[in-house]
C-alpha cells in the first residue's frame, strides 16, 4: 500500500483549493470592472436620493411658510368660477336645444328641406366675418344668460 491510499484529501483538491483562496485574496484586493461599476452605481444612487431629500426639506419648509387656509381659500374660489362657467354653459346648451326644438316643431319635419353635401356652387365666395354673422340672428333667438347677481367671472388661473 502507498502512501495514497491512506490520504484524507487527494492532492488534487488541495491544489484547487489553494488556486482558489489566491484567487479570492486577489479579488478582495483588485475588484474587477463589473463590481467596480456596481460601487459606483451605488455611489450615484446614493447622491440621487440625497437630491430628492433635499428638494423635499425645501418642500415641506415652503409649506410651512405658506398660509394653508389661503391656499385652500383661493382653489375654492377658482372652484367656484369654474362651477359657474359650468353652470351657464349648460343654461345656453339647454336654451338653445329648447329653442331649436320649437323650431323643428313649429316647422315640421317633413317640410325640412334636404341638405346634401356638393362641391361648391360658387369657387370664389368667402365666408361672411363673425360680426357679420352675429347682426344677421335671427331675433327669436334669445340673448346669451349673462352674470345674474353673480360676481364677475374670473380666469381659471388668474
Known amino acids: 500500500m ?8 487527494p492532492q488534487q483538491v488541495i491544489a484547487d483549493l489553494k488556486y482558489e483562496v489566491e484567487a479570492l485574496k486577489k479579488k478582495l484586493t483588485q475588484p474587477d470592472a463589473k463590481a467596480n461599476e456596481l460601487i459606483l452605481e451605488i455611489e450615484s444612487m446614493k ?9 423635499f426639506e ?3 419648509q415652503q409649506m410651512k411658510e405658506e398660509d394653508v387656509s389661503k ?3 383661493s382653489l375654492l ?3 367656484d368660477t369654474v362651477v359657474s362657467q359650468n353652470e351657464t354653459i349648460a343654461k345656453g346648451m339647454i336654451a338653445i336645444s329648447d329653442r331649436l326644438d320649437d323650431f323643428m316643431n313649429k316647422q315640421g319635419r ?3 328641406p334636404q341638405v346634401t353635401m356638393g362641391p361648391p356652387s360658387m369657387p ?5 366675418r363673425p360680426e357679420a354673422a352675429a347682426m344677421q340672428m335671427p331675433s327669436d333667438f334669445p340673448p346669451p344668460p349673462g352674470p345674474s347677481g353673480r360676481k364677475p367671472r374670473v380666469g381659471l388661473f388668474s
Do not use: C, W
Open 110 to 112: 317633413s317640410s325640412m
Open 71 to 73: 391656499t385652500f381659500q
Open 47 to 55: 447622491d440621487a436620493v440625497h437630491e430628492l431629500n433635499m428638494v
Open 124 to 128: 370664389g365666395r368667402i365666408a361672411p
Open 2 to 9: 502507498t502512501q495514497e491510499d491512506y490520504e484524507l484529501l
Open 77 to 79: 374660489e377658482k372652484l
Open 58 to 60: 425645501k418642500a415641506l
